[in-house]
């Protein structure tokens, strides 16, 4: 198998992205996360990205958890990222991302944690907590949802697209529902990937999302649910970004009828797909509601 790594100054002097990077072997493969704060602080944030994003979508959240004394961790899944990238699309697969995320879990030793998803974050992490679910205190959701084996017609048309693009411009899509972004950040998510052989990850994902009873995930998604809704002891928080035409209002609105307890979301009225990048606000009213500003 050939794994490849994007050279370190594709990521020098990103904007609005300070952090030094932290690396954890898995597999013999290089895991980049994001580590910052006071290891011993009150609580853990795990920020999980999707689909063709990076730990850089979290740059706006990451300084209002870490003023509020917290730990951020901000992981990229292998394929995305500084992390390291199978050249081959059939290595990715669902069970073997989420095995990887539960190792790096256990390498940290991550205890008292809230879990920040969206996108494929939220597929794969919303099924984390059947491992060693003391671990985990709280939920901040967002423009997400869990693979259960049916997807709807804004789904198919993405992926659709996106298979039509082997070589799918990053940056100028996430630019494209975020109005205001500037040229600068846009060419941030592309930095990544300095040509299409580092893109497996993107291409495969859109393919990885169980769209039939039988598909891989399909099992773990649908003990996740049952784990949200008759388990779940913590405390959740939803935001939506309320322009996305995939996972915008109804199925997130569908998503919170399965987190136990989850109350009314925030709308984000400005909000696309990757609404992390009105991440600000929606970091500090999670924080006043979990009591931890």
């Not at 958890?65 to 059939?90: I, N």
């Not at 990850?201 to 769209?211: E, K, Q």
Request: hydrophobic share 40%.
């Amino acid at each position: 198998m050939n794994v490849l790594r994007t050279p370190d100054e594709r990521f020098a002097n990103l904007p609005g992205f300070p952090f030094v990077p932290h690396y954890a072997e898995i597999d013999g493969m290089r895991m980049h996360y994001v580590d910052e704060g006071p290891r011993d602080a009150r609580a853990t944030v795990l920020c999980l990205h999707g689909e063709p994003s990076w730990a850089y979508l979290y740059r706006k959240m990451i300084p209002v958890f870490t003023a509020a004394g917290l730990r951020v961790v901000a992981p990229d899944w292998f394929g995305f990222g500084r992390s390291d990238k199978p050249e081959d699309d059939a290595w990715y697969g669902f069970e073997r991302h989420r095995d990887s995320m539960l190792r790096l879990i256990d390498k940290l030793d991550l205890r008292n944690v809230m879990l920040v998803v969206q996108d494929w974050g939220g597929l794969l992490g919303l099924t984390l907590p059947l491992d060693q679910p003391e671990r985990y205190t709280r939920l901040l959701v967002m423009n997400t949802g869990l693979g259960l084996g049916q997807v709807g017609e804004g789904f198919k048309q993405w992926r659709a697209y996106a298979n039509s693009q082997p070589d799918l411009a990053c940056g100028k899509l996430i630019a494209r529902g975020t109005p205001g972004m500037t040229a600068e950040e846009a060419a941030a998510y592309d930095a990544p990937f300095p040509d299409r052989r580092h893109k497996a990850g993107v291409r495969a994902f859109p393919n990885l999302v169980p769209d039939n009873p039988d598909a891989p995930g399909v099992e773990l998604s649908r003990r996740a649910a049952a784990f949200w809704s008759e388990q779940w002891k913590g405390d959740s928080f939803m935001a939506i970004g309320m322009t996305d035409p995939v996972l915008g209002p109804p199925a997130m609105q569908a998503l919170r009828k399965l987190i136990k307890g989850c109350p009314e979301p925030m709308e984000v009225a400005d909000g696309g797909h990757f609404v992390q990048e009105r991440g600000g606000p929606i970091a500090e009213a999670a924080l006043r509601h979990f009591k931890l500003a």
